[in-house]
Nanobody, 125 residues
Framework: QLQLVESGGGLVQPGKSLRLSCAASGFRLDDYALGWFRRAPGKEQEGLGCIDMTDNSTKYADSVKGRFTISVNSAKNMVYLQMNNLKPEDSGTYHC??????????????????WGEGTLVTVSS
């Protein structure tokens, strides 16, 4: 059974860094496109970044470009999201997702084949 479980969220001050982890089981990461998206009350779901494991190409939302980085450890079946220079508007529940075909085209990353329950990130002083 395919499963994604996020961890690493918490309360962090503005300007600080946080690394989120996503443990995958039941499938090989190398066969999928892997992404992160977030949800926050009163806001639309926002796609943050995605890596296509077929060619290791990546893309990021403008709101996080230069601050967030996706990485993958295939041997451990783990996906990470390194977040630097966090801002209060980065607060939300962060989800990792996997798609059998490709990275999502739209800005909200709707329709990914699989995703986890999420981990909560709160950026506040």
């Amino acid at each position: 059974q395919l499963q994604l479980v996020e961890s690493g969220g918490g309360l962090v001050q503005p300007g600080k860094s946080l690394r989120l982890s996503c443990a995958a089981s039941g499938f090989r990461l190398d066969d999928y496109a892997l992404g992160w998206f977030r949800r926050a009350p009163g806001k639309e779901q926002e796609g943050l970044g995605c890596i296509d494991m077929t060619d290791n190409s990546t893309k990021y939302a403008d709101s996080v470009k230069g601050r967030f980085t996706i990485s993958v450890n295939s041997a451990k079946n783990m996906v990470y999201l390194q977040m630097n220079n966090l801002k209060p508007e980065d607060s939300g529940t962060y989800h990792c997702g996997a798609d059998e075909i490709e990275c999502p085209h739209g800005p909200r990353y709707l329709g990914m084949d699989y995703w986890g329950e999420g981990t909560l990130v709160t950026v506040s002083s």
